[in-house]
């Protein structure tokens, strides 16, 4: 059962950052974003969709190709999930200071930010 909410969360924030950088949320782009093929990405995708946290629209720009997004079922998801990864972060730094984590969490959207930056 966890494994298969996280896989809901995989799926979910996947689509969520793609949408939020302008990139078409397709399973290709799917995969491509959480780095497997292009089945594999399908499954997730699908499995988010019936879970309600996906929906499948028609690509405004191109009638042929289908985009996944969030719904609201899945921002409310995502939302708890973030909340559980604050309380997880919270208990793995127990003893640091203001400084340390802030820190810490800035080094770490720096390096996200690069890994972007290197696929552009």
Same mark, same amino acid.
């Given at each position: 059962?966890?494994?298969?909410?996280?896989?809901?969360?995989?799926?979910?924030?996947?689509?969520?950052?793609?949408?939020?950088?302008?990139?078409?949320?397709?399973?290709?782009?799917?995969?491509?974003?959480?780095?497997?093929?292009? &089945?594999?990405? &399908?499954?997730?995708?699908?499995?988010?969709?019936?879970?309600?946290?996906?929906?499948?629209?028609? &690509?405004?720009?191109?009638?042929?190709?289908?985009?996944?997004?969030?719904?609201?079922?899945?921002?409310?998801?995502?939302?708890?999930?973030?909340?559980?990864?604050?309380?997880?972060?919270?208990?793995?730094?127990?003893?640091?200071?203001?400084?340390?984590?802030?820190?810490?969490?800035?080094?770490?959207?720096?390096?996200?930010?690069?890994?972007?930056?290197?696929?552009?």
């Amino acid at each position: 059962m966890v494994a298969e909410q996280g896989r809901l969360v995989l799926a979910t924030e996947a689509v969520h950052f793609l949408t939020q950088r302008g990139v078409a949320a397709t399973v290709n782009a799917v995969a491509h974003e959480i780095g497997i093929d292009q &089945s594999g990405a &399908s499954r997730l995708v699908k499995c988010a969709t019936e879970a309600g946290y996906l929906t499948m629209q028609t &690509s405004e720009t191109d009638g042929r190709r289908r985009q996944a997004m969030v719904t609201s079922s899945g921002q409310s998801m995502l939302k708890q999930a973030y909340e559980w990864q604050e309380q997880v972060f919270d208990r793995l730094t127990v003893g640091w200071s203001k400084q340390q984590r802030h820190d810490f969490q800035q080094a770490m959207t720096d390096l996200v930010d690069q890994s972007y930056a290197l696929d552009a």
